[in-house]
């Protein structure tokens, strides 16, 4: 009898054991869809439910990758796919357009295991700027290809190139031209652009996508993916493909992708700087990101948000416009979606 008991209570410690090792290893994806003036007045109750569905299905997408315990990695490239693929993000098929009336794409992606990355810049026939930055991170030498170059790369990748025509939409062209019928009243110099530019809304130089996940190993990692800034010239990059600045990870601290002015971004080195936060002074990821976004970036006039995840699973999703389109979902935590800054 002694022996029987003592049978069923060691296997009720086993049992008890796997489940504590369950929620002690957690895993969980964030992903946003740009930051801005986004206001509920703006939308009608149809075109928010499609904004609200493409983001859950890109973090469900991501997640289950992670719940079939693929690598972070993967869920992030998943989930940045999805909203690459939609024309309501500022993205792969969302891109907005250069002054000249075409698309420059940028993207990155980083793995926290051993700060490997990958990025491309001013691509203009990749449907997946955020495959590609992958491609560079796993079968390059180097971190960051741009324009013409980076499309060799693709080509010898295997990547099929797309007309640069094929990221045309109807909503991206209209903002184009009220933008430049405000640059037009200046004169064609380049001070001028630069004067009349910096008067534009703001959200005319923001719109990125972007995701951070946690594996079930305990392994980090970012992407961002853009398509820049509404009537960028000069061949301008913003920071969406610049580790530090729009997308950063690494285990010992925090993964982030950013979406915002981009230029702020990159003067400021947000992700890495909120990551630094976390490393170094010990805080944590939600206070680390609120300094950068609110107590750094806001002062100066820096507009835009970030998406972080830390080693426990730990999700923060700060940002200092009206709204940022946004979702998340954990192994603890059900799905959320979020657009407007009260939610």
């Not at 973090?59 to 993967?74: A, C, I, N, P, R």
């Not at 680390?288 to 507009?303: E, F, Q």
């Not at 699973?313 to 979606?337: C, D, E, W």
Request: aromatic share 6%; charged share 20%.
């Amino acid at each position: 009898m002694k022996k029987l008991l003592f049978a069923i209570t060691a296997s009720s410690c086993l049992t008890l054991s796997n489940d504590a090792l369950s929620v002690e290893t957690p895993f969980a994806i964030a992903i946003h869809g740009g930051a801005g003036t986004i206001e509920k007045a703006r939308f009608t109750p149809e075109q928010e439910q499609l904004y609200r569905d493409k983001l859950s299905e890109a973090v469900e997408t991501g997640y289950k990758v992670l719940e079939l315990g693929g690598e972070s990695l993967d869920a992030v490239t998943a989930a940045i796919e999805v909203l690459e693929q939609s024309p309501y993000f500022n993205a792969g098929r969302g891109a907005v357009y250069t002054y000249e009336g075409s698309h420059e794409l940028d993207a990155s992606i980083m793995d926290g295991r051993n700060r490997q990355a990958g990025a491309v810049a001013g691509v203009k026939h990749i449907e997946s700027p955020i495959n590609l930055a992958r491609l560079v991170m796993e079968n390059s030498v180097h971190v960051m290809l741009s324009g013409q170059g980076a499309e060799e790369f693709a080509k010898e990748q295997g990547v099929t190139l797309i007309e640069n025509n094929l990221f045309d939409t109807p909503h991206r062209y209209e903002a184009l031209i009220k933008a430049k019928q405000k640059l037009d009243k200046a004169k064609a110099t380049s001070k001028a652009y630069q004067a009349a530019h910096k008067a534009l809304p703001n959200n005319y130089k923001m719109g990125t996508v972007g995701a951070v996940a946690l594996d079930k190993n305990g392994n980090l990692a970012a992407g961002t993916s853009t398509g820049g800034m509404t009537a960028k010239r000069y061949g301008r990059v913003g920071d969406a493909p610049v580790i530090g600045a729009g997308t950063f990870a690494e285990n010992e601290s925090c993964a982030v992708s950013a979406t915002g002015h981009g230029e702020y971004f990159i003067r400021y080195n947000v992700a890495s700087d909120i990551c630094a936060r976390v490393k170094y002074q010990g805080k944590t990821i939600a206070d680390a990101g609120n300094d950068v976004i609110n107590g750094v970036l806001k002062p100066i006039g820096g507009t835009g948000g970030v998406i972080i995840i830390d080693t426990k699973g730990n999700i923060s999703l700060p940002f200092n416009t009206s709204g940022m389109y946004r979702a998340s979902k954990s192994n603890t935590q059900a799905t959320y979606v979020g657009i407007f800054n009260d939610e």
